[in-house]
């Protein structure tokens, strides 16, 4: 039998619901300024805002990378290696994507929010970041957000992080959160580049290295053919139990799911930092292709429809932002559910690899538009964001 709720049984509820004359008394002489919300319900706000706006303090382009710092007042407690989605509008087109924290937790409650964004990779908001991101500028950001932290509860006490180039930033905000006494474990990172010159974070690792025995770097050099591998992880490893992280180019997820299995690692010890939306849906093996390079949709939000044109290589969410029709989003990678959408008529295709659906949705004909692609005609009802 179901747990009663101690003190709220139903003579209570009738009790409430039922009060009659005393009750509408109360609501009569009742002031009608609305007090101000209590200072318990303001702080709660403040720990979890939905949406924040930061003002650009410096930016700085350096090797192909912009690094940002924001002035956020009040920014809300986050985990080091959560993100933030920065958005911003250019005519009526919208562009945003998740980037990781930069900051350790301490330096962004001082206000010191960094962020590190690449600009020379393909993709809209690379291109535009550095036109958009220049100080002064106010900028739309999300709370932070994201599973891709330590946690002592789930991980094992070391983790062994694995990196690729400007992948890298959720990984330095973690070595600064143990520096700072914010998170304890032992951080063993393993960085991949092309060259020495490309692992730009790499002499900062170094010095966090030098300052705390917990934390440890091996640079691996993919010029001279050194790859991520199994033994690579276990020599790392020493021995010890470990949580495995990876942060990088998707290409690199695809290489560490089979290491992943080949160490026999449970699911909840290895994680994948999200990095932007799928590029191009042909790079996943269970693509079937579209029959056509567009296709015809007809979207309802709320009390408006739009009947539009949308790419079937480029992701739902993607293609309706730069119509200028903003649907809610977060991660950008198929897990949080804030692009969720409802496909009323037509066909879509949604990578095995990236379905983060849960089982209901899948069963009503629910998608998250960030990981959809059309291939055919289509009708979907989409939240207001
Ligand atoms: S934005 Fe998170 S699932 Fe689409």
Redesign the pocket.
């Known amino acids: 039998m179901g747990k009663m709720l101690k003190g709220f049984g139903l003579p209570k509820i009738l009790g409430f619901l039922f009060k009659g004359k005393k009750r509408e008394k109360q609501i009569r002489q009742a002031p009608e300024i609305v007090k101000p919300a209590s200072p318990t319900n303001l702080k709660a706000k403040a720990l979890h805002p939905k949406g924040l706006l930061g003002t650009v303090k410096e930016a700085t382009l350096r090797q192909g990378i912009l690094f940002v710092t924001f002035d956020v007042p009040n920014f809300p407690y986050f985990r080091a290696g959560q993100y933030l989605t920065i958005s911003f509008q250019e005519g009526q087109a919208i562009y945003s994507r998740p980037i990781s924290i930069l900051s350790s937790p301490k330096q962004a409650a001082q206000g010191q929010v960094y962020v590190a964004i690449k600009t020379n990779e393909q993709g809209e908001f690379s291109r535009l970041a550095s036109t958009h991101l220049t100080p002064g500028a106010t900028i739309s950001l999300s709370a932070p957000s994201g599973d891709f932290y330590y946690s002592p509860n789930r991980d094992q006490k070391q983790v062994i992080a694995c990196i690729g180039g400007v992948g890298a930033t959720p990984i330095v905000s973690m070595a600064g959160a143990i520096l700072e006494g914010s998170e304890n474990f032992s951080l063993t990172i393993i960085y991949g580049a092309k060259s020495i010159d490309e692992a730009v974070f790499l002499p900062l690792f170094m010095e966090y290295q030098s300052r705390d025995p917990r934390i440890r770097i091996r640079f691996l050099d993919e010029s001279k053919g050194r790859r991520f591998t199994k033994e690579v992880i276990l020599e790392e490893a020493d021995g010890q139990e470990f949580s495995l992280f990876v942060c990088g180019p998707q290409g690199m997820y695809h290489a560490f799911d089979g290491i992943a299995k080949e160490l026999g690692l449970d699911r909840k010890h290895y994680r994948r930092e999200l990095f932007g939306g799928i590029k191009d849906p042909a790079y996943f093996p269970d693509y079937p292709g579209a029959k056509q390079p567009s296709f015809h949709a007809k979207i309802f939000m709320v009390d408006q429809v739009y009947e539009v044109e949308i790419p079937a290589n480029r992701p739902l ?1 993607a293609s309706l932002e730069s119509l200028g029709i903003a649907s ?13 959408g409802h496909i009323l008529a037509g066909e879509v295709y949604i990578p095995n690899f990236e379905d ?1 659906r849960r089982l209901s949705d899948k069963e009503k004909g629910y998608a ?4 959809t692609f059309p291939l055919s005609d289509l009708e979907i009802e989409i939240p207001a964001s």
């Open positions: 969410l809610p989003h977060r991660c950008r990678g198929g897990i949080c559910g804030a692009c969720r983060g998250h538009l960030c990981m």
